[in-house]
C-alpha cells in the first residue's frame, strides 16, 4: 500500500547567497518558511518541483520538504528543517543575526 501523501513545500537554496528559501504561491523565492506555498496534492507538488528544478539562475538543490500547515503559515515537520529555516547556526550570520 503507497504511503500517505503528507503537505508538503519546495525549499531550495539561493544560487548567489546560499540562503534556504521556499517557493511561494506566487513562483517567487522567500526566505520565510511561513511564506511558503504548502501542497496537499501530489501529482501537483511533482510539477511544481519540477518547475522550481528548473530554475538553475536562482535555486540549486530543490527538493520537497514535509511541513505541518499552521498559523501563520507551515511549521518544520521534521528537526533537518527546523535548522534550516533558522538560518546558519553560526553567529551572527543570515537569519539568526535578527534574532540579536
Known amino acids: 500500500m503507497p504511503a500517505i501523501f503528507t503537505p508538503k513545500v519546495i525549499t531550495a537554496n539561493a544560487l548567489i547567497e546560499g540562503d534556504v528559501v521556499y517557493l511561494t504561491e506566487t513562483d517567487t523565492w522567500s526566505r520565510r518558511l511561513q511564506d511558503a506555498e504548502v501542497l496537499t496534492d501530489e501529482a501537483d507538488a511533482q510539477i511544481r518541483l519540477i ?38 547556526s553560526n553567529y551572527p550570520h543570515g537569519k539568526q543575526s535578527e534574532a540579536l
Open 51 to 88: 518547475d522550481a528544478s528548473a530554475r538553475t539562475d536562482e535555486v540549486v538543490g530543490a527538493y520537497l520538504a514535509d511541513v505541518k500547515p499552521g498559523k501563520p503559515g507551515p511549521k518544520p515537520a521534521h528537526f533537518r528543517e527546523s535548522y534550516r529555516a533558522k538560518g546558519p
